[in-house]
């Protein structure tokens, strides 16, 4: 790899890929408790709940070489005979990505962008639980490797170019 000092890069070089994340913003966020106070009473017995999460992730091309990547996280808690508290958070980024191969854009879109994303939708839903009322909820970190292999199995892949 060539030191070009900040210069230009030498004519001929390759230059590295990069992924920028350009903003990052909720498109949506629900969080419902509605049997409060009994469901917060409940929680005091300490009974732990039953908490059922389901993760997603979508992107769309933007203009090229940018895509908005969505991370859609969506949980409820219950104890036998009492729903706690519901949540549902669309988290999205805009990214760009360059000098990256073509045959690797998929899979940094649904990898890595949503891996970059994750901690900060993680917090934002801690947050919202805490302030429901309950202890903040730490979700568990996500292997956005096997989400994607598992999609990979599923269907094929949804990126498509945007028009030129």
């Known amino acids: 790899m060539a030191t070009t000092n900040g210069g230009p890069p030498p004519e001929g070089a390759q230059t590295a ?21 009994r469901s917060l009473q409940q929680q005091q ?3 732990a709940p039953k ?8 992107a769309k091309p933007l203009a090229e070489p940018e895509f908005e990547v969505e991370l859609k996280i969506e949980g409820r808690a ?32 649904m990898i890595e962008c ?7 939708a993680r917090a ?7 302030n429901g ?11 956005f490797v096997a989400l994607y292999r598992q999609r990979m199995a599923e269907q094929p892949p949804q990126i498509v170019p945007p028009p030129a």
């Open 17 to 37: 890929p990069q992924l920028n994340i350009l903003a990052q913003y909720i498109k949506d966020l629900s969080f419902e408790n509605p049997n409060a106070p």
């Open 45 to 47: 017995q300490q009974q």
């Open 51 to 58: 908490i059922n999460i389901q993760i997603n992730v979508n």
């Open 78 to 109: 219950e104890v036998p005979n009492l729903f706690l508290f519901s949540f549902d958070l669309l988290y999205a980024g805009l990214f760009r990505l360059t000098n990256v191969p073509q045959e690797n854009v998929h899979a940094i879109v």
């Open 114 to 120: 949503p891996r970059l994303l994750f901690p900060f």
């Open 124 to 130: 934002i839903i801690a947050d919202a639980v805490r």
């Open 133 to 143: 009322g309950f202890p903040p909820l730490m979700i568990d970190p996500v292997d």
